[in-house]
């Protein structure tokens, strides 16, 4: 009996607690809350939709005025931009700029070297270098110090548009378009692109001189060297031509070349390709 009453005794300490702990959540209004998830739980689950196929083929197709072959009927659209036919004969960089004036001539800036290209700038476009910033040009005459998006010529192994530090430089410190610029090589076979170098890149990458260049009027760029096969095993080391060889840049060499007893990169990159294809 002593065991029954201590059981029946537990039994109604735990009903009180059940009591308690119902009036606590009523108190707090979580019965209702309670209720509404089971609610939801025990709701049978929807049915998945059924996937209808559909038969395209007692459809008929939709097709547009193009592909119907009526593509004449329909009227091209065309800003004023693309109508103007003086944007035509300009180049596309400075097509997108604007810059040339109706009577340029696309023969003329052909026939212009690449470290003098044909710049025509309409008014109000025009921004010259205030004192202080042509103090600053020539700080630096290995890769100039100011970027210029539009008087700057880009450099083909930099690809930095910067104005170049050398100081009887009328392009880059007059803005005298009709001038070629010094800090910028050109070469006498591609006269392009490829061929502008400044003076950095031209004796850290191939190891020349921009005095000795500027003199020699039958220089040929290292581009065209490879292209020409003038030098056996040169190549030109810059990532655009480096890329299309299947190679991946070389990045800052120079220090390695230096170490090695190499005159530039290009001449680490020759001895290399030359052990590579003797088989050493």
Same mark, same amino acid.
């Given at each position: 009996?002593?065991?029954l009453?201590?059981?029946?005794?537990?039994?109604?300490?735990?009903?009180?607690?059940?009591?308690?702990?119902? =009036?606590?959540?009523?108190?707090?209004?979580?019965?209702?809350?309670?209720?509404?998830?089971?609610?939801?739980?025990?709701? /049978?689950?929807?049915?998945?939709?059924?996937?209808?196929?559909?038969d395209?083929?007692?459809?008929p197709?939709?097709?547009?005025?193009?592909?119907?072959?009526?593509?004449?009927?329909?009227?091209?659209?065309?800003?004023?931009r693309?109508?103007?036919?003086?944007?035509?004969? =300009? /180049?596309? =960089?400075?097509?997108?700029?604007?810059?040339?004036?109706?009577?340029?001539?696309?023969?003329?800036?052909?026939?212009?070297?690449?470290?003098?290209?044909?710049?025509?700038?309409?008014?109000?476009?025009?921004?010259?270098?205030?004192?202080?910033?042509?103090?600053?040009?020539?700080?630096?005459?290995d890769?100039?110090?100011?970027?210029?998006?539009?008087?700057?010529?880009?450099?083909?192994?930099c690809?930095?548009?910067?104005?170049?530090?050398?100081?009887?430089?009328?392009?880059c410190?007059?803005?005298?378009?009709?001038?070629?610029?010094?800090?910028?090589?050109?070469?006498?076979?591609?006269?392009?692109?490829?061929?502008?170098?400044?003076?950095?890149?031209?004796?850290?990458?191939?190891g020349?001189?921009?005095?000795?260049?500027?003199?020699?009027?039958?220089?040929?760029?290292?581009?065209?060297?490879?292209?020409k096969?003038?030098?056996?095993?040169?190549?030109?080391?810059?990532?655009?031509?480096?890329?299309?060889?299947?190679m991946a840049?070389?990045?800052?060499?120079?220090?390695?070349?230096?170490?090695?007893?190499?005159k530039?990169?290009?001449?680490?990159?020759?001895?290399?390709?030359?052990?590579?294809?003797?088989?050493?």
């Amino acid at each position: 009996m002593g065991r029954l009453g201590v059981k029946t005794d537990y039994e109604e300490l735990r009903k009180a607690q059940i009591l308690e702990n119902q =009036a606590r959540l009523a108190s707090l209004g979580l019965q209702k809350t309670v209720a509404e998830l089971r609610s939801i739980s025990s709701k /049978p689950q929807s049915e998945k939709r059924k996937h209808n196929k559909v038969d395209y083929l007692s459809t008929p197709l939709r097709r547009s005025n193009r592909l119907k072959g009526n593509s004449s009927e329909l009227a091209l659209r065309r800003s004023d931009r693309l109508n103007v036919n003086s944007c035509l004969t =300009a /180049p596309p =960089a400075q097509r997108k700029l604007g810059l040339f004036e109706e009577e340029d001539d696309e023969d003329d800036i052909e026939k212009r070297p690449a470290n003098a290209p044909l710049l025509r700038v309409k008014d109000g476009l025009m921004q010259h270098l205030s004192p202080e910033a042509l103090a600053r040009r020539c700080n630096s005459k290995d890769r100039g110090t100011i970027y210029d998006p539009i008087l700057g010529i880009c450099c083909h192994f930099c690809r930095q548009k910067k104005l170049c530090g050398e100081e009887d430089c009328k392009r880059c410190g007059d803005s005298d378009m009709d001038q070629p610029c010094l800090g910028k090589t050109d070469c006498s076979i591609c006269h392009s692109s490829n061929g502008v170098l400044c003076r950095g890149c031209l004796k850290v990458r191939y190891g020349e001189e921009l005095e000795e260049v500027r003199a020699n009027k039958e220089w040929v760029c290292p581009h065209c060297t490879e292209e020409k096969g003038i030098n056996p095993y040169w190549i030109c080391n810059s990532s655009l031509c480096l890329k299309k060889r299947k190679m991946a840049p070389t990045g800052i060499a120079i220090f390695r070349a230096r170490e090695m007893g190499y005159k530039s990169v290009a001449h680490l990159l020759m001895d290399q390709l030359q052990g590579v294809v003797k088989g050493r």
